[in-house]
């Protein structure tokens, strides 16, 4: 073993002695400079940013004062209105009016509204949570599901004099909304909608903005109508739960959940309804209304249809909680890259002086690769909120009606939806795992809550949770990866697999998601050159992809074999299947991620330095990644064991190659210094800070 | 992959078709029964409690009382007031007697201390922590390095009247004791030390006690005597931090951490001195004194043996943190895994009820692998206390003289503190990533704080930094692993590895780690008979020490041409492999943990129904920890990816068996139900709880 581990950087000539490396290893790539370029964190950020370099740097820009910093002074109820005053200002810099569609009297710049969010996660989770559920979640409900009937809300709710609770979960049923059991009866005699929570499995629960601020909800119901026995499916109605003074309204029970894990500034509360009456208009009727005699119509016929395009409304939510999950993230890893190229601790020996903490190895490998995969998932999120901009943009311009799409703009929304929970679910890992790592990287003084990670940790965790858990949402991934599959197969029966050829890893990728012409090129280089070099960028989307298409294909494999199975056995087989579902999923996003950074790369001239350091930046993730399912790829003979141990060998050379631009690195993504200037960095035990 | 997956429990005779496994799988166990025995969460708690089962049963009895909890209400400085009482019921049922040496006044049972402050950390580790700075830390330093001349601090110190710090790290030198800054210079002229902190980084940092309670400080410090232009290494004085008035005294400046990631009743603060005077006499002076002219004289004559002497006194603490962190694991587990029992979410189809939680695949994977492996650890905490509890008899009776020990004491010591450095980081580790998962397989329930899981989770998330970094802690286990092998070795060279045949495994292991009689018969048994059976123990074992024996021996080959290098470059290539020495630690633990449960179940009788569940937790630790490294077993040739696929569908049947019994396997924790009785299971939305 030893050969595979020295260095490639010190020893080049002689590393892997004993056996050749089958490839033509042309593209291995040589250490970076050590000092690093002062012009290349400028060019990455822009790489970064993306088309949405305009909208971060204003809003960066508005960050960079310590009035954003997480408030953790005081009692809850303190920590709750300190909220209130950063809202205002995110109001007044015109965010909240990005949220809204014209129509309805906003601006309209739903790229400008998720950014925002977004960036607002480097600083503050709880502001951009509390900011979430009255502009995006409330909010989003009106304009989305309401009609002209409901604008009246929109302004109010744009200005924070109205604070709205979105009431769809239930203490019952969390994930699973199709099976709520808050009931919206009508009745014709009053013209009025009765809300009622039948049993206490039905209470709303984990509501922002309900234990202290909300004065409306919108409240998630089975519908029902008169001599119709069966519920029309989950509607949302408008329920006022406080009167002018603040106490709850007659027959509305409102409960405080008191201290969470984080999130403490976020008022989150409970919802119960005692036969509730409201007038027949409050039903938000886009995509279902009940008339005055008490007739339901609906402009989508089938249930599940309806109810799939209500919940695809949320779409724009899950992109922001992945968003900023991801910018938490990029923060926690400046805090603590800048603070491992500082803190010195233990001397290599003799009367040298203590080495920076970044000089360790292990410190190297245990923030650098999470470094390079926040890099892949930030393009990753570039490309999939411009989708959504792209998506909201042709229903303003009334090119796509939900309620009655073109084929090809469903299989569009069902695959955006796709992405947005796979993206949510594998951002919110990662920075649940990243930012637990970063507190453990600064030791001690990452414990003090002045230093920042151990809010963002707190604060993180339920976005893993929250706006769907990832457990359901990465299977979404892996069901709507089967579906495609069924559908471009045609059938799942052996022949047509076999027909179809699952080998051609690349004409799958073209077929199915529309890749960006670079990915695809590389991909065809590799092949036509029949080039297997580990740092062959093609290459490595191969490694990626194939593992995804072909945990894809067994899959695909138990599902035609449960298929024969009667209903009770086929529920244990597909369920038994679970992990399988799940690593599809994940598989895929992992190799979306890798394609983002490669698409990222060709915008940048070749041999630039920005070019060559985001090149070792997609080899680390790339290479970080097979090596964590090591396993899968040897045992389907998809790596030799040599192989693998040549691809942990890159990942300490790359570590090692990239450490010196560390700091290079995080300041691309640009984070205002306000945030991440924490006190340790400014204290004894630290070098001066650098700056 | 298809045919691997396919659960052997429902279809045995076909499984593995294409490819026999080429081992004669005599010991494959059969599922089962899904009806649990009632008997066997007893069989099993008295297997886990081991040797300690009437002490651990005594104080569960007293944690049965929701006095306990963790107390989050009010200030911060409310929550530090309100452990006083706590550590009060502690004093007053003798605990904080137990600590202490007979000599001394105490009552000489460490085995009860640690056991005491590990149970508490089933039910609040602030308490514990409080609890462990004051008797363990500041209580252990007067006990441990002190003599008879200090013998009057103990009696306050044990009744809660004297509150102590224990001022060690530093905030330039945390992990780096040696290092430290803080100097106690001995003045003849007052027969006084001159404590002071010559720079900002001397600052004494996250000191337990000092930011409210404290009135006294053991302060470590370099020692200076007249004459020497060298400090004698770090020693160990008492300093007096605040006056009757509890105002700081004069030079003594006091700051306070304020709010933390967790741990928010533990009074954090910092220490800075400012030439302080103290008499003579407050050097604890067990292992090196001045006398009044300011001659320095020490029963142990090298310095660096003499600074790890003093260390070496710490090891209860890092045993105490090791175990607390494993209770709070345990009672996580057993919170989320009666959460799953109890939860339904999603149906199968059709109008069947929705399932629970745990009869869901991934859900069962998530929760038993961790349960599994707390079991292992838990075993192991057994063997380590015992052998702590050895030592201190030792000590007590006057066989072991710690500054004079023989060389199979000093052996036996150094054993007994890499296994304690070891247990403490594996402990840790597995609490912080097991409590999260507890907490994201609760989804929202399991973010709100009256359901304990994240406060478990912020508070343990400290307990990988303190008490010895992780990271640098496994690397001790490494090195002694290293030091182990030179001695049996002699020297390094190849020709004496060869000789040694480092492919008898099992004679390395009975060599060098007095491993027990049971899993040696296992080993020895399979490997007479030749069985390589994944589900045989022996077999096992010698799988996971395989691991960690190959890993050394290739990390002794890197130190060996490290050697020939000169000092820079050797510290290079020595900091390279730091994560190769960080595998070997974390590989020699796994495999540590494992004998203790092959070990453990050799006690159950045969086919006993706790003996198929101890054999199949057993199973599913080892198979989960072989899949966990499936790269490297499949790099080496250890083993084929036909065997690693098997492993893993053995992990799937496995937990699909183990899954029954899983509110038995946390039942045998005997964790009090005032404490894992949470609001969420008695909660609307989940089935009524089953007590």
Excluded at 97 to 122: M, Q
Excluded at 291 to 318: C, H, Q, V, W
Aim: net charge negative; hydrophobic share 40%.
């Amino acid at each position: 073993m030893t050969s595979t581990i020295r260095s490639r950087a010190t020893s080049k000539a002689q590393a892997q002695p004993k056996a050749p490396a089958p490839s033509k290893d042309i593209h291995i790539p040589s250490p970076l400079p050590t000092t690093p370029d002062a012009q290349a964190a400028e060019d990455l950020r822009k790489i970064l940013d993306g088309q949405f370099g305009e909208l971060r740097e204003d809003i960066r820009e508005m960050l960079d004062d310590s009035f954003f910093l997480p408030k953790l002074d005081g009692t809850i109820d303190d920590m709750r209105d300190a909220l209130l005053p950063v809202l205002e200002r995110f109001r007044d810099a015109g965010y909240s009016y990005d949220s809204f569609s014209r129509a309805n009297g906003g601006s309209g710049k739903p790229d400008r509204a998720v950014i925002g969010l977004e960036t607002l996660g480097h600083a503050d989770l709880s502001a951009m949570v509390k900011a979430g559920v009255q502009w995006g979640l409330w909010g989003g409900a009106i304009d989305n599901l309401g009609t002209e009937r409901h604008r009246h809300y929109i302004k109010p709710t744009m200005d924070l004099e109205l604070m709205g609770v979105y009431a769809m979960t239930e203490i019952g049923h969390g994930s699973n909304v199709a099976q709520l059991q808050t009931t919206a009866t009508y009745d014709p005699e009053t013209q009025e909608f009765i809300i009622n929570s039948p049993t206490p499995s039905a209470m709303k629960v984990f509501l922002g903005n309900a234990a202290r601020h909300g004065q409306i909800a919108a409240v998630f119901a089975q519908l029902y109508t008169p001599g119709v026995a069966e519920s029309h499916g989950v509607h949302c109605l408008v329920v006022p739960i406080r009167d002018e003074n603040h106490n709850p309204m007659p027959g509305v029970t409102i409960g405080d959940h008191g201290r969470k894990g984080g999130l403490l500034g976020v008022d989150n509360g409970t919802l119960s309804f005692d036969n509730v009456r409201i007038p027949r208009e409050n039903l938000l009727n886009r995509f279902g209304d009940v008339d005055e005699a008490g007739n339901y119509t609906s402009p989508i016929e089938s249930k599940n249809r309806r109810f799939f395009t209500m919940l695809s409304t949320l779409i724009r939510g899950r992109i922001a909680v992945g968003g900023a999950a991801n910018a938490a993230t990029r923060t926690s890893l400046d805090i603590a890259v800048r603070y491992a190229t500082q803190r010195r601790q233990f001397s290599p020996g003799g009367d040298a002086p203590e080495k920076r903490l970044i000089e360790h190895r292990s410190h190297r490998l245990r923030l650098l690769i999470p470094l390079a995969k926040s890099y892949a998932l930030m393009l990753l999120q570039n490309e999939v909120t411009a989708r959504l901009y792209e998506q909201q943009r042709q229903i303003a311009e009334g090119i796509l009606d939900l309620a009655n799409p073109t084929e090809e703009q469903l299989l569009a929304s069902r695959e955006l939806e796709s992405w947005a929970a796979g993206l949510k679910a594998i951002s919110t890992r990662h920075a649940t795992r990243t930012i637990q790592e970063c507190r453990e990287a600064c030791g001690g003084a990452g414990y003090m809550a002045e230093n920042l990670l151990t809010t963002f940790k707190a604060d993180s965790d339920v976005f893993t949770t929250f706006e769907g858990d990832n457990t359901v949402l990465i299977q979404m991934v892996g069901k709507e990866m089967l579906t495609a599959y069924a559908r471009d197969m045609g059938d799942l029966s052996t022949i047509d697999m076999v027909r179809y050829g699952f080998d051609e890893v690349s004409d799958l990728i073209r077929r199915r998601s529309g890749l960006h012409k670079t990915v695809q090129s590389a991909l065809d280089a590799a092949r036509r050159s029949n080039d297997n070099s580990l740092f062959h960028a093609g290459y490595q989307v191969s490694l990626l992809e194939d593992r995804s298409q072909s945990i894809l294909k067994s899959l695909a494999g138990r599902m035609r074999a449960a298929r024969k199975l009667d209903l009770e056995d086929a529920a244990i087989e597909v369920d038994k299947a679970q992990d399988h579902l799940i690593a599809a999923g994940w598989a895929r996003m992992e190799s979306l991620a890798l394609q983002s950074l490669v698409e990222a790369e060709g915008k940048l001239p070749k041999n630039s330095p920005a070019r060559q350091v985001l090149e070792q930046v997609r080899d680390l993730y790339a290479l970080s990644t097979i090596v964590e399912n090591a396993g899968w790829y040897e045992e389907h003979n998809v790596l030799s064991s040599m192989r693998i141990r040549m691809a942990r060998a890159a990942v300490r050379d790359l570590v090692d190659s990239l450490a010196p631009w560390a700091e290079v690195l995080v300041d691309a993504f640009g984070i205002p210094k306000s945030i991440w200037n924490v006190p340790m960095l400014n204290q004894a035990g630290v070098d001066g800070p650098r700056y």
